[in-house]
């Protein structure tokens, strides 16, 4: 299931574990990606807390935690090479793994057509 927030992250849950990104279109309006900070393993975040922080030539902002829940892995290749997130914002550029604390929060996420509308 893949579901998406309006400040242009995306999640992919598998069972009790959500994958976390930015979108395509996120990366685009960044441009180049040159600088990743992820969160520790073990670290709990509240749903909407800033979790990681990605930097282009143009900006820097913070990637929020779609949901609520505890850091189970980092993608430590996108910290060595950042421009993975240029190429493949949506899979390979992931930036954590969180195990969901509480499911209901899910519910109000949106679904990629309802993404695609926010974004016109």
């Given at each position: 299931?893949?579901?998406?927030?309006p400040e242009h992250e995306w999640l992919r849950i598998d069972g009790d574990v959500?994958?976390?990104?930015?979108?395509?279109?996120?990366?685009?309006?960044?441009?180049?990606?040159?600088?990743?900070?992820?969160?520790?393993?073990?670290?709990?975040?509240?749903?909407?807390?800033?979790?990681?922080?990605?930097?282009?030539?143009?900006?820097?902002?913070?990637?929020?935690?779609?949901?609520?829940?505890?850091?189970?892995?980092?993608?430590?290749?996108?910290?060595?090479?950042?421009?993975?997130?240029?190429?493949?914002?949506?899979?390979?550029?992931?930036?954590?793994?969180?195990?969901?604390?509480?499911?209901?929060?899910?519910?109000?996420?949106?679904?990629?057509?309802?993404?695609?509308?926010?974004?016109?």
């Amino acid at each position: 299931m893949l579901k998406f927030t309006p400040e242009h992250e995306w999640l992919r849950i598998d069972g009790d574990v959500a994958v976390v990104g930015i979108t395509q279109h996120a990366q685009e309006r960044l441009g180049d990606v040159v600088f990743v900070e992820l969160p520790e393993s073990g670290k709990s975040f509240e749903k909407g807390a800033p979790a990681a922080v990605v930097e282009s030539v143009k900006a820097a902002f913070d990637v929020y935690a779609p949901v609520s829940g505890q850091v189970v892995e980092t993608n430590q290749s996108i910290v060595t090479d950042p421009a993975i997130v240029n190429s493949d914002p949506m899979g390979n550029g992931w930036f954590f793994k969180l195990k969901i604390a509480d499911r209901s929060e899910i519910d109000s996420l949106m679904d990629e057509n309802a993404y695609k509308t926010l974004l016109g």
